[in-house]
């Protein structure tokens, strides 16, 4: 089961910065955080990942709280394009991890004209 | 580059039939993974590869084969599908398996008759 948890849908104006949450109250010391994407019948694609630092690229920014029960993606200017299912998975570093990707439901992110 | 590639990107069979999926990737990557994405579902992992050799099979039937004949193409073979097994079949591939991020091709989509 995903250890994740986040809202089903979320809309956004073009332009603007899309920020979506994500809870993983029940992370363990030795898990980070991913973000996916997945635009409409494609392939997810990478965003980015963190452990406790926040951690930006040139896609994205990831804010993870002190706690890290939980931790925001925040994409500064949305588009169009942008419009996609966002999951946000922790994923374990070290002998646990067996390379099995768990995803939950997702937010779906609606940019909007 | 994270570059995956799979073919076909649509497959029609009807279940007596016989196919082939193929997936390649020319990163150097040592771990490769089929996943099964149902229509408004998440991906579901079904085989992990580890330098070419079979790590995880999360409990997938027989009709699915897949095949690593070498680290940079992995094939899924479909035999005697059913109409339910239709979904987006996605490869990911990592540099290791286990803890470095997993680049995903673009599916194929697979409609059983």
């Known amino acids: 089961d995903a250890k994740t948890t986040q809202p089903p849908s979320m809309d956004c104006a073009e332009g603007r910065a899309a920020n979506l949450p994500c809870n993983h109250s029940t992370i363990s010391g030795n898990e980070y955080v991913y973000w996916y994407r997945q635009i409409h019948s494609q392939g997810p694609q990478y965003i980015i990942h963190g452990l406790k630092n926040n951690e930006t690229n040139e896609m994205a920014s990831l804010i993870i709280t002190e706690d890290r029960k939980s931790s925001t993606l925040i994409l500064p200017h949305a588009t169009l394009r942008d419009t996609a299912v966002y999951y946000c998975?922790?994923?374990?570093?070290?002998?646990?991890?067996?390379?099995?990707?768990?995803f939950g439901q997702g937010t779906t992110l609606q940019v909007k004209p | 580059d994270t570059e995956v590639t799979q073919t076909p990107k649509h497959l029609v069979m009807g279940m007596t039939n016989k196919k082939s999926l193929k997936c390649e990737q020319h990163?150097?990557?040592?771990?490769m993974y089929w996943y099964k994405q149902k229509a408004k579902k998440p991906p579901e992992l079904m085989f992990v590869y580890s330098y070419e050799k079979l790590s995880i099979n999360e409990s997938v039937p027989s009709r699915f084969s897949p095949e690593c004949p070498n680290s940079s193409l992995l094939n899924l073979h479909l035999h005697a599908l059913q109409p339910e097994d239709s979904a987006l079949y996605l490869c990911a591939s990592s540099q290791e398996r286990g803890e470095d991020t997993q680049y995903f091709g673009p599916g194929t989509r697979l409609t059983v008759l």
């Open positions: 990163m150097g990557h040592r771990a």
């Open positions: 998975i922790v994923w374990p570093h070290g002998s646990s991890n067996t390379g099995k990707l768990i």
